[in-house]
């Protein structure tokens, strides 16, 4: 018996293991073939170019300044630039639109790499070539995020300084919005008084100074404001004291200058979605080798790269992929244009060559697009001489198009066997989940199939390693991909063969009217994952099903249910604080408590929490220093405070969670915590019991994880969307920390999307099975499956992000809430006074 028990429990540690590896492979999966890292190691540098019109650049990067703002009042001295004396158009950002990722981009050609997503944006996931790493030498000056990035673990020819992290304080309190800029511009000031004699012949110098006074201005204040305005005008004023004082000094007239933004922001201070605002900013380029042109010549990001390589003659970045704006060229040199575009295409095709041979495709013979450029490359370097100079840039332009098609046509080549592979490893994942759900174990098993079953897969692994090592290829990414697929539907089928399905009904009267509410509650999920509105529709289907399946339900249920599905049709919250709607809020929870809470000195406790918070949120007290911190830290002991009876311990955790929020709050999300809460608790209180402990998978636990998994995207969506929840503002955590930390805001603002949906995980401990739990994974992960398709590196930046955040969120929020069931346990079962926990509460079904 003892060893029955122990052989289930360890087939059910197998199972959780699997699939937890299941849903970490299809995430790192679809990221992986449709982001793979660009960058390549160890491909060869382009030469240096003689001649270059300049001998030093200097790179003003103004971080967080958007073009619109920018343009409707540029600043003086910027404005002479642009009609007078240099080049400029709008530089077109991808997203993320943050700093790290936009500041690459200009300094080494590339996109954010998709390691970096798990590896942080502090730290370089691996080496990347910039201009920096090909410059004589570069000193950089600006943030503590930007310049280490650059100067860790680089050569002796980059040398960089940043002020202390904690000057990044967004509290406008401080009253030093140019703190920051002016101590960049101090250091270069001091750099051309003391350095600048010393290499004022040398060549290929860089100076960059990364400027975060607007992104800390207008995350504060916001773009709009005169603060952000103001500080503009004085990264203006700056630029042309340190730019007269740069001509003075070299009076050589061999200086470039390029002054651009790594991303822009939204009018309530935010960025990292792909808005206009958000992936438009200003490019002006003036000094040595520039074409003075009176008109807008728009660019890629990436495009910038190139061309500080050709302005100071280094060599390009090997993993580079921008191109050449060379417009932006003085054209009287129309032969240096010629030769810098000519390197930009050998180094484009390096690439080329290098993606060709990763993907393994016919290594022993070069393909016809790596021959045509090769060919284009052997002519264009004889005639570029003799050539008519305006034909060869022609001709170069040509072939640079046909690099970039090529160089994107081998880094998705495998992308439809890679899509393939996991498709069949996902659909042997759902296929086991189910069997496992609602299926048993057969009496008679037929052990010849289980044999043939395993040779047949032995068979294939074989295939699969010979096949790969006969080809001599040494990139294992789709041969693992291919093994993993096979080991899936292995797993699957020798469980068919041994499990048999029955899925019960239990309600013969009212089986149809579940099965047509789940169809529904999927489709208006799928559908709500892009238009949120939609799921008002699953929110009005539930309600008034469980008014038909649950005839002794009250009429509290259905009202919230209605006021429920009116937050998906409001405009999404925006970052700056609507004050009145949340201290209506605070004034409706008190009203609940003086109603609701029968205990006098708990009634008080929650009252005075109520003011406290109430003071925070009108900054009469200040937050920051311990009170908002101690709020938040004793919640879940405050929770335990309470009986753990199951009316009284679910209204503990309802008022407890309020508080946090608040905290957290902008606008109307503390009404729909008050609403949600108020509607389960109507669930709560009006379900009827059922004794009976199914092993089996029912049709009423199937529409009960359905309802679950409809209620936890609303808690994700019922205040925001995809642009919203994915871009960042620092006034959401305002209370409880200003300075700049990228870890403690996003957990703070990660905690603010899951106190709702830990309300959500509770309410589904008091009623829900193992089965249900199950299954509210199962129906996730049926949705995920057609979205692996619709994720895709192409189109519209906010369409990839977006296509991104709905396939991750549909993936890992049924995981999520069955995390969250457990994580439940404690919250309505522990009671200090006992120094135990106690098991009080009896399983409850919807229907």
Not at 478 to 501: D, E, G, H, K, Q
Not at 509 to 523: C, D, F, N, S, T
Not at 654 to 667: E, G, K
Not at 825 to 833: A, D, K, R, S, W
Request: hydrophobic share 45%; charged share 15%; with cysteine.
């Amino acid at each position: 018996m003892y060893n029955k028990k122990f052989t289930v429990r360890n087939s059910n540690y197998l199972f959780v293991i699997w699939g937890l590896a299941m849903h970490l492979i299809i995430l790192w999966g679809i990221l992986d073939i449709n982001f793979h890292s660009p960058i390549i190691q160890d491909l060869p540098n382009v030469p240096i170019l003689n001649n270059a019109p300049a001998k030093r650049l200097v790179l003003f990067i103004a971080d967080g300044l958007r073009f619109r703002t920018f343009i409707e009042a540029p600043p003086k001295f910027l404005k002479q630039i642009m009609i007078n004396k240099g080049a400029w158009g709008i530089s077109h950002t991808r997203m993320p639109t943050e700093s790290r990722p936009g500041v690459v981009a200009i300094c080494a050609g590339l996109y954010e790499d998709p390691s970096a997503i798990f590896k942080g944006w502090k730290e370089n996931p691996v080496d990347f070539d910039s201009v920096f790493n090909q410059s004589y030498f570069t000193w950089a000056w600006g943030s503590p995020d930007i310049i280490p990035m650059f100067t860790k673990g680089a050569k002796n020819n980059i040398h960089g300084d940043s002020y202390s992290p904690e000057w990044q304080d967004f509290d406008r309190m401080q009253g030093q919005i140019w703190r920051l800029d002016s101590w960049v511009f101090d250091k270069y000031i001091n750099w051309l008084q003391e350095e600048a004699h010393r290499n004022k012949n040398a060549k290929r110098i860089i100076l960059f100074l990364h400027l975060l006074g607007c992104d800390t201005t207008g995350h504060t204040s916001k773009p709009y404001s005169r603060e952000y305005v103001d500080n503009m005008n004085y990264v203006d004023r700056k630029i042309e004291e340190v730019v007269h004082m740069t001509e003075d000094i070299f009076g050589d007239n061999s200086t470039a200058y390029v002054f651009t933004a790594d991303h822009g922001m939204t009018d309530w201070g935010s960025h990292g979605s792909g808005s206009t605002d958000e992936t438009e900013t200003p490019l002006i380029v003036w000094g040595a080798g520039i074409n003075a042109f009176n008109s807008s010549q728009n660019v890629e990001q990436v495009d910038i790269t190139p061309l500080i390589s050709s302005l100071i003659g280094a060599p390009i970045p090997i993993n580079n992929e921008g191109v050449l704006p060379w417009q932006y060229l003085d054209t009287a040199n129309q032969n240096y244009i010629n030769r810098v575009l000519l390197n930009n295409l050998k180094q484009l095709t390096y690439q080329v060559k290098a993606n060709r041979m990763l993907n393994c495709e016919d290594n022993e013979f070069a393909d016809w697009r790596e021959v045509e450029l090769d060919n284009k490359i052997l002519m264009l370097d004889k005639y570029l001489e003799v050539k008519d100079s305006n034909e060869t840039l022609k001709d170069i332009v040509a072939t640079i198009k046909l690099a970039k098609k090529a160089l994107v046509y081998f880094r998705q080549y495998q992308r439809i066997r890679f899509l393939a592979y996991l498709s069949v490893m996902w659909f042997g994942w759902i296929t086991l989940l189910f069997l496992k759900i609602a299926g048993t174990k057969r009496t008679v098993i037929n052990s010849s199939n289980l044999l043939i079953t395993d040779i047949v897969f032995v068979i294939l692994l074989f295939t699969i390693l010979i096949m790969h090592k006969v080809s001599g290829c040494n990139n294992w990414r789709l041969p693992c991909y291919a093994l993993l697929a096979i080991i899936s539907v292995w797993i699957a089928i020798r469980n068919a063969i041994t499990r048999s399905i029955q899925l019960k009904i239990h309600n013969n009267k009212h089986h149809w009217l579940m099965g047509i509410e789940i169809v529904v509650l999927l489709a208006t999920m799928f559908i709500g994952l892009t238009y949120r509105s939609f799921l008002s529709i699953g929110i009005l289907c539930i309600g008034f099903s469980q008014k038909i399946l649950l005839k002794n339900m009250k009429n509290s249920f259905f009202w919230t249910a209605l006021c429920l599905a009116v937050f998906p049709l409001l405009p999404v919250v925006e970052p700056y604080p609507r004050v009145y709607i949340v201290l209506l809020s605070i004034c409706v929870e008190a009203i609940i408590v003086i109603v609701k809470v029968y205990s006098k000195s708990r009634k008080t406790a929650e009252i005075l929490r109520l003011a406290i918070i109430g003071l925070i949120y009108l900054e009469f007290i200040d937050g920051r220093n311990w009170i908002s911190w101690a709020i938040l830290l004793t919640t879940p002991l405050y929770i335990c405070t309470y009986p753990t009876q199951l009316k009284e311990r679910m209204q503990g955790i309802m008022l407890s969670l309020f508080c946090p929020l608040v905290l957290l709050s902008a606008s109307y999300e503390p009404f729909f915590f008050i609403i949600l809460a108020l509607h389960l608790s109507c669930w709560i209180s009006d379900v009827k019991k059922d004794e009976k402990n199914e092993e089996l998978l029912t049709i009423e636990e199937l529409l009960k994880a359905a309802i679950f998994m409809l209620y936890t995207l609303l808690c994700f969506f019922g205040t925001g969307n995809m642009a919203s929840i994915s871009s960042f503002d620092p006034s959401w955590t305002r209370h409880f920390v200003t300075v700049f930390s990228p870890f403690i805001m996003f957990s703070l603002i990660l905690l603010k999307i899951c106190i709702p949906l830990i309300l959500v995980g509770c309410t589904s401990y008091t009623f829900g099975s193992s089965n249900s739990f199950l299954a509210v994974v199962l129906l996730g992960d049926c949705l995920t499956l057609p979205l692996i398709y619709c994720v895709t590196p192409q189109g519209s930046w906010l369409d990839i992000g977006s296509a991104i955040s709905r396939f991750t969120i549909t993936i890992s929020l049924p995981c999520l809430l069955l995390l969250l069931y457990c994580l439940s346990y404690p919250l309505i079962t522990y009671y200090p006074n006992k120094l135990k926990f106690h098991i009080s509460l009896k399983k409850q079904h919807i229907v």
